[in-house]
């Protein structure tokens, strides 16, 4: 039992730090990500080592409420599908994505990494200590080179009167 509730403070204990830096990484990657987007616009770029593009795309969003919906339905068959035509219609939101990537046979450097993370405020020496473990977990839990990632940069609902 002891170990247990040791091993539970020392989690609660680490996550202040670790949740600190991921907020810090989080607003930073979204302003950098939306500042990004705006000057590419749809032009994107492909340099030495990495490429960026923006794409808009349509996505459906759930609403939540498919009990209440079904329940109305029911109650009310032809009101129900005319409410479900006009959720369905409401749902779609385009989306605004900043996709970059590494080129192939490329590959970020520890320099790279090491800025980012004085960038967020960490000592070079704490940088350094820090990397080699952080570069492993992240491999382990996804494959990082030669991967296109996106990050939503921005949402707004279609206009339906097309």
Request: hydrophobic share 35%; net charge positive.
């Amino acid at each position: 039992m002891e170990q247990r509730i040791i091993g539970l403070i020392a989690k609660d204990r680490l996550e202040m730090p670790l949740s600190s830096m991921y907020q810090k990484i989080k607003r930073s990657k979204g302003k950098e990500a939306k500042g990004l987007a705006q000057l590419l616009g749809k032009i994107g770029f492909n340099g030495q080592r990495v490429f960026a593009y923006v794409r808009e795309e349509d996505r459906e969003k759930a609403r939540g409420m498919k009990e209440a919906i079904a329940e109305f339905s029911k109650e009310f068959p032809r009101y129900g599908t005319i409410l479900e035509g006009k959720i369905t219609e409401k749902r779609k939101l385009a989306e605004m994505h900043l996709y970059l990537g590494i080129n192939q046979g490329c590959r970020l450097t520890t320099e790279d990494y090491l800025g980012v993370m004085q960038d967020l405020g960490l000592s070079e020496n704490t940088s350094r200590a820090l990397y080699p473990e952080l570069v492993k977990i992240s491999r382990k839990l996804a494959n990082i080179k030669d991967e296109e990632r996106s990050i939503l940069v921005g949402k707004y609902e279609e206009d339906s009167c097309d």
